[in-house]
T-cell receptor
Framework: GIQVEQSPPDLILQEGANSTLRCNFSDSVNNLQWFHQNPWGQLINLFYIPSGTKQNGRLSATTVATERYSLLYISSSQTTDSGVYFC??????????FGTGTRLQVFP | KAGVTQTPRYLIKTRGQQVTLSCSPISGHRSVSWYQQTPGQGLQFLFEYFSETQRNKGNFPGRFSGRQFSNSRSEMNVSTLELGDSALYLCASAIAGTRTDTQYFGPGTRLTVL
């Protein structure tokens, strides 16, 4: 099956800092999504981005499908950005396969 | 629109018991997927239902089963609970579960097996 690796596993930032999270996947995919899991366990969909670039406020994501990686950029981080960020991929209508996540802690 | 709801939110059971978890998808969504999240194994896909039919299944033992009703609500059942079944169980809904669909997750049910 497809392998999904995320880096770094942990990230500690001060408010206002910028960060880049990376997701590598081992095979071509038709579906790639970024999620944020808050400290209470709720998973929130951030982006559906199998290719190209999207932006939503302070967050943006880029997927280079031919090179099998995706990047999530967080600018001017806030304490509310804390949590775990997951990348998940799928081929065709197959099940979503999640990476191991990047745990982000933002301190004031 | 109301989001995905899951009940109960917390559950404590003992080994050998069985448990049923419920998920109500977003109105109009016909695909419901279930995931298990543990510290050791991360987020793992259990199964997906679409129009009352199981369309996809993960690598879990037969003790894990599910079903979907005509109103798209879904239940999952775990029989003969083991300590290792302690986890956060997440349900996600999508319009049709195609490759271009976005999945929306519920708040989860945290199951503790003693």
């Amino acid at each position: 099956g497809i392998q999904v690796e995320q880096s770094p596993p942990d990230l500690i930032l001060q408010e206002g800092a910028n960060s880049t999270l990376r997701c590598n996947f081992s095979d071509s995919v038709n579906n790639l999504q970024w999620f944020h899991q808050n400290p209470w366990g709720q998973l929130i969909n951030l982006f559906y981005i199998p290719s190209g670039t999207k932006q939503n406020g302070r967050l943006s994501a880029t997927t280079v499908a031919t090179e099998r990686y995706s990047l999530l950029y967080i600018s001017s981080s806030q304490t509310t950005d804390s949590g775990v960020y997951f990348c998940a991929v799928a081929r065709r209508a197959d099940k979503l396969i999640f990476g191991t996540g990047t745990r982000l802690q933002v301190f004031p | 629109k109301a989001g995905v709801t899951q009940t109960p939110r917390y559950l404590i059971k003992t080994r050998g018991q069985q448990v049923t978890l419920s998920c109500s998808p977003i109105s109009g969504h016909r695909s419901v997927s279930w995931y298990q999240q543990t510290p050791g194994q991360g987020l793992q896909f259990l199964f997906e239902y679409f129009s009352e039919t199981q369309r996809n299944k993960g690598n879990f033992p037969g003790r894990f089963s599910g079903r979907q009703f005509s109103n798209s609500r879904s239940e999952m059942n775990v029989s003969t609970l083991e300590l290792g079944d302690s986890a956060l169980y997440l349900c996600a809904s999508a319009i049709a579960g195609t490759r271009t669909d976005t999945q929306y997750f519920g708040p989860g049910t945290r199951l503790t097996v003693l």
